[in-house]
T-cell receptor, first 114, second 112 residues
Framework: NAGVTQTPKFRVLKTGQSMTLLCAQD?????MYWYRQDPGMGLRLIHY???????AKGEVPDGYNVSRLKKQNFLLGLESAAPSQTSVYFC?????????????FGQGTRLTVV | SQQGEEDPQALSIQEGENATMNCSYK?????LQWYRQNSGRGLVHLIL?????REKHSGRLRVTLDTSKKSSSLLITASRAADTASYFC????????????FGKGTMLLVSP
C-alpha cells in the first residue's frame, strides 16, 4: 500500500521556468492538500480539494495553480517559478475533511528555484 | 496565519527522560492533532483529541487539551533516540479553510 506518493522528490528550476508536481493517493480519499514548508514558518496551505473536479485556495495560493481531474491525483503547477517558491512541498490526503480525521502525507518535494 | 504555536521551539533530553511539548491556539477548535516529522520526511499522524476530550493516551504518548486556556500538551514518556523529530500541533475550525492549520513545531533531540 503506497499511501501518498509525490513526484518528483527533488527539482532545481531556473527563474521563469514552469513545472508540475504530481501527488497520487491510493486510499480513495476525497480530500487532498498541498502545503509548503519553509524554515521557521511551519506548514502553510497552498490549495486544497474536497473532491474530484474541485479546488480551493488556501493561505498562500499566489503563483500556484492546481487541478484534480481524477480523484486519486492532485497536481500543483508553477507557471513561472520565482526564487521565493524555493521550499519543500508536501501533499496530503484525508478520508474526511481535515478537521475531523488524520491526514496522510507524502514524502515531500524539495524544490530550488535559482 | 497560523493557528497553533508550539513551545518550546527546541528541546534536548536524554534517553529515558520524559519530553513535554505545548501548543497554544487562538480560536475555538473542533479538534487538535499532533504530528511527527522525521528529518527530511513527511508528517506522520500521532493522535487526535476532540474538543470535548480532556486527555488521550496512545502508547507512550499522552495528550491533554484545555479548551478554556486554548492549549494542549504532548507528553512522550521514556523517550528513545528514535523519538528525535519535529512535533507539530494542528488545529481545525469550521471557519476559514476547514482544513488543518499547523504550528511551527518543536524540534526534539533525544540523546543516547
Amino acid at each position: 500500500n503506497a499511501g501518498v506518493t509525490q513526484t518528483p522528490k527533488f527539482r532545481v528550476l531556473k527563474t521563469g521556468q514552469s513545472m508540475t508536481l504530481l501527488c497520487a493517493q491510493d486510499m480513495n480519499h476525497e480530500y487532498m492538500y498541498w502545503y509548503r514548508q519553509d524554515p521557521g514558518m511551519g506548514l502553510r496551505l497552498i490549495h486544497y480539494s474536497v473532491g474530484e473536479g474541485t479546488t480551493a485556495k488556501g493561505e498562500v495560493p499566489d503563483g500556484y495553480n492546481v487541478s484534480r481531474l481524477k480523484k486519486q491525483n492532485f497536481l500543483l503547477g508553477l507557471e513561472s517559478a520565482a526564487p521565493s517558491q524555493t521550499s519543500v512541498y508536501f501533499c496530503a490526503s484525508s478520508y474526511e475533511r481535515g478537521l475531523d480525521t488524520e491526514a496522510f502525507f507524502g514524502q515531500g518535494t524539495r524544490l530550488t528555484v535559482v | 496565519s497560523q493557528q497553533g504555536e508550539e513551545d518550546p521551539q527546541a528541546l534536548s533530553i536524554q534517553e529515558g527522560e520524559n519530553a513535554t511539548m505545548n501548543c497554544s491556539y487562538k480560536t475555538s477548535i473542533n479538534n487538535l492533532q499532533w504530528y511527527r516529522q522525521n528529518s527530511g520526511r513527511g508528517l506522520v499522524h500521532l493522535i487526535l483529541i476532540r474538543s470535548n476530550e480532556r486527555e488521550k493516551h496512545s502508547g507512550r504518548l499522552r495528550v491533554t487539551l484545555d479548551t478554556s486556556k486554548k492549549s494542549s500538551s504532548l507528553l512522550i514518556t521514556a523517550s528513545r533516540a528514535a523519538d528525535t523529530a519535529s512535533y507539530f500541533c494542528a488545529t481545525g475550525a469550521n471557519s476559514g479553510y476547514s482544513t488543518l492549520t499547523f504550528g511551527k513545531g518543536t524540534m526534539l533531540l533525544v540523546s543516547p
